[in-house]
């Protein structure tokens, strides 16, 4: 079932000509495709952000104990 917003969207596209409704439904296709993958990054962050604290933690401690030096970005 469509909701008004829908109802709303699809009343102002059958408005176009044909042309400009393939265009309008091209940029739909672009756009919800990098929502999907945005929500997957989102979800994959969320899966491992865990992980990242627990590794900026371990950072900071091996920094204040002295076990760390600057990075040499010229040896990568």
Not at 13 to 38: F, S, T
Not at 51 to 76: I, T
């Amino acid at each position: 079932m469509a909701t008004p917003v829908i109802t709303t969207i699809v009343k102002m596209i059958e408005d176009l000509p044909e042309a400009a409704q393939e265009n309008v439904a091209e940029h739909l296709r672009v756009y919800l495709a990098e929502m999907q993958a945005e929500q997957k990054w989102d979800q994959a962050f969320a899966r491992t952000q865990h992980k990242l604290v627990q590794a900026a933690h371990q950072a900071r401690s091996q920094v204040a104990e002295g076990k760390s030096k600057p990075m040499d970005f010229d040896k990568l």
